[in-house]
């Protein structure tokens, strides 16, 4: 029997990272829809994260993302977000968007691009000493199209120069955590497309280099909590980007597209300790809302979040090592099938209650008026978006 009332502990002590991108204006390659009320700075996006925080009280935690939130004074960013409650969080580097990398940043072939590219990781690290952040999250859309373009080992040298300039710049409680992606904008190679050039990269570096999980990143029908369990067993998991997708990079609301896959990979985390506060795992969103209204889509996936961690934190642990000592295929599989199929949303309505909250964070948010508000008030300026 599982231990209801440490399962709504567990609950109320989770903490979700929303992305400051998810508030502002997002789409594909083909098409950026605007939205009224969209924030058009980095104070804005804080006031939404907060009414997100507000409807679900575990998302006190904000990513950052550099240079679409540059502000003059981090300190003073610091301290608004303090102000409402919140906390910042990764700060995530961008070294994609100027022309200068259009053979990649890193792990271009011509020295003066790599060294703008580390200069601008290692002003990411000074950010995160004013904004107090623990985590500087790498992406790299580093690759080549074409079979021939450059030299695939040489890449890799020239990665793992900046990962250790940058690595030597981290502070004592500050750490680096590398996201890779199997393929996007790079078509042919990516110079770190899978896990296990992450954390080759990452086991290389030290401790302080962890590798993150983007859930949109594998190819279709990859065993993701595979991923998650091993990262977890060798201390290398290092942060989690949620999201959810049919066929790509989707970037659509975590849980949306296949809840299963989400209990699976949190009854891995679960399993192997992952909430446990000294693990450092990171449980970010990383998402954008294209077609959607912003704060209600990100509280939804932070209730998508809450209702697969309930799920596997009422797996019967004991039930299920029992039955896969006895080998008993059918029988263990049934022990967590039981906990997937379990309602738990009148659980979290509860755990909510307990809180002090409205136990539908939709309906609390919709009946806020904040969203009435910012569409009347965030008139004029230029709204938040993709290079804004
Ligand atoms: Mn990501």
């Given amino acids: 029997m599982t231990d209801l009332s440490a399962v709504k502990a567990a609950l109320k002590a989770q903490e979700i990272e929303t992305p400051s991108w998810g508030y ?8 950026v829809f605007a939205q009224e009320g969209v924030p058009r700075d980095p104070f804005e996006k804080l006031e939404d994260a907060a009414q997100v925080h507000a409807a679900t009280g575990v998302a006190p935690r904000v990513s950052l993302h550099i ?29 994609f968007q100027d022309d200068d990398y259009r ?18 990781l290692l002003r990411c690290v000074d950010i995160m000493d004013a904004t107090g952040s623990r985590d500087l999250k790498l992406w790299f859309a580093d690759g080549t199209n074409y079979p021939g373009q450059d030299d695939i080992s040489g ?15 981290l502070g004592e409680d500050q750490r680096m955590v ?39 990143h594998h190819a279709p029908g990859t065993n993701i909590e595979f991923i998650v369990a091993f990262l977890l ?13 049919f066929y790509a990079d989707d970037d659509l609301m975590a849980g949306a597209a296949d809840p299963f896959q989400l209990f699976r ?26 077609i959607e209204a912003k704060i209600p889509a990100v509280i939804r996936s932070v209730m998508n979040v809450q209702e697969a961690t309930a799920k596997a934190l009422l797996v019967d642990s004991a039930a299920l090592a029992a039955a896969q000592q006895a080998g008993d295929v059918l029988g263990a599989n049934a022990v967590l099938m039981d906990a997937y199929n379990t309602d738990v949303r009148p659980l979290l309505r509860e755990v909510r209650e307990e809180q002090g909250l409205n136990p539908d964070p939709v ?11 910012i569409v009347a008030e965030r008139v004029g300026g230029a709204q938040a978006g993709w290079g804004a």
């Fill in 363 to 373: 309906a609390g948010y919709a009946a806020s008026g904040w969203q009435q508000r």
């Fill in 155 to 169: 890449r890799q040298d020239r990665l793992a120069e900046a990962l250790d300039e940058v690595y030597a710049r």
């Fill in 103 to 120: 053979l990649g940043s890193v792990a271009h072939p011509d020295p003066k691009v790599r060294r703008k590219a580390v200069d601008h």
């Fill in 24 to 31: 502002g204006n997002s789409g594909t390659r083909f098409k």
């Fill in 265 to 290: 990979i949190l009854h891995e985390v679960v399993r192997n300790g992952g909430f446990a506060p000294e693990r450092g795992v990171a449980f970010m969103l990383d998402q954008c809302h294209n």
């Fill in 67 to 95: 240079p679409w939130d540059t502000v003059d004074d981090y300190a003073a960013l610091a301290a608004f977000a303090a102000d409402r409650g919140l906390v910042l969080g990764a700060v995530n580097s961008n070294t």
């Fill in 233 to 245: 067993r060798e201390d290398k998991l290092g942060a989690f980007d949620f999201n959810s997708r």
């Fill in 178 to 216: 590398l996201e890779y992606k199997l393929f996007e904008p790079a078509f042919y190679t990516t110079d770190v497309p899978d896990w296990g050039t992450s954390y080759a990269h990452c086991l290389r570096l030290g401790p302080k280099a962890k590798v993150v999980v983007d859930t949109g």
